[in-house]
């Protein structure tokens, strides 16, 4: 299972757990707090990935307009 198939299926799980169980009001502000750290996390590696796909494509537009084939 890839990362992001984890990722989901964990978003699943924690979706199906906060329509089940009823939180106090510290919990889930802890849970949000928890939450918001991920994204921040996951935003980070998303320009990172994205930083580099560019990269990629920087270079591939940069042979291609060169007629370079390496």
């Given at each position: 299972?890839?990362?992001?198939?984890?990722?989901?299926?964990?978003?699943?799980?924690?979706?199906?757990?906060?329509?089940?169980?009823?939180?106090?009001?510290?919990?889930?502000?802890?849970?949000?707090?928890?939450?918001?750290?991920?994204?921040?996390?996951?935003?980070?590696?998303?320009?990172?990935?994205?930083?580099?796909?560019?990269?990629?494509?920087?270079?591939?537009?940069?042979?291609t307009i060169d007629g370079d084939p390496e």
């Open positions: 299972m890839s990362a992001t198939e984890k990722i989901r299926v964990e978003l699943c799980r924690l979706r199906q757990q906060l329509n089940e169980k009823e939180y106090s009001e510290p919990e889930l502000e802890a849970l949000f707090k928890e939450i918001e750290d991920v994204i921040k996390q996951m935003t980070q590696l998303r320009g990172t990935i994205f930083a580099k796909l560019f990269s990629f494509k920087s270079r591939d537009l940069r042979k």
